[in-house]
């Protein structure tokens, strides 16, 4: 499962990661609001961790904009504004959760799963555009009713798409959501929508997955016309 840590405090931040990814998450992390909301509403996370005190935009006004802009994404707030008002407010205005710092590691990690696994008994299992389906927790791809083999990362490519049907991912948002910290090079996002294509659209002549020129790319049904940003 993928997380966002938005966090300013580069020492914080790097601790949290390391714990995260030695309990088998991947983690992104953004340093500023802006940039936070901005991976959130492209990237398809499992959970947003969050704090408050936030060059840019504050931990408010990000949690403000996600649940105004219908993301769904669970959000735990981060924060040494433990008062009641503060913890109050953070969950009137959307947030799930509320852990104040200072905080001891393993509590943080009980808070994730338990957020992680609440919103797994609500969250649809299955994108469908068209005569394509991506069962999400079998990992499992079809069209058509043809089931079609995809490597982990044409995987993690396809449903991030799916996830955003219709509209419009920049090679920017793609490789933040799919390669995270890793490195890739210039052409790689490219070089996987070809591949994805090939296995996607080849065999229809419907074509799911389209190119907005010095855009982005998308993926959606027939119907729906010209794909929105």
Aim: aromatic fraction near 6%; include cysteine.
């Amino acid at each position: 499962m993928r997380i966002l840590l938005i966090e300013d405090e580069v020492a914080i931040a790097s601790v949290v990661k390391r714990g995260l990814e030695q309990a088998r998450y991947q983690v992104a992390i953004a340093q500023d609001g802006a940039r936070g909301l901005e991976m959130a509403l492209t990237g398809n996370y499992s959970l947003i961790l969050l704090d408050l005190m936030l060059p840019k935009l504050d931990g408010w006004q990000v949690c403000e904009e996600l649940r105004a802009q219908r993301c769904s994404t669970p959000i735990l707030m981060l924060t040494a504004r433990g008062q009641l008002p503060d913890r109050v407010r953070g969950l009137e205005m959307g947030a799930d959760d509320y852990l104040p710092k200072p905080f001891e590691f393993i509590e943080l990690l009980a808070r994730v799963r338990a957020l992680l696994r609440r919103d797994k008994v609500h969250k649809a299992k299955v994108f469908r555009v068209a005569d394509l389906e991506i069962d999400t927790s079998l990992h499992r791809v079809t069209r058509a009713g043809r089931e079609i083999a995809l490597s982990p990362r044409e995987y993690t490519l396809l449903e991030a798409l799916a996830a955003h049907e219709g509209h419009v991912l920049s090679r920017e948002a793609i490789q933040d959501r799919v390669w995270m910290d890793e490195e890739a090079y210039s052409n790689t996002v490219d070089v996987y929508i070809g591949m994805l294509r090939k296995k996607i659209d080849a065999d229809s002549a419907t074509k799911l997955i389209h190119t907005v020129r010095g855009a982005g790319y998308t993926l959606r049904r027939p119907e729906s016309g010209e794909a929105r940003q």
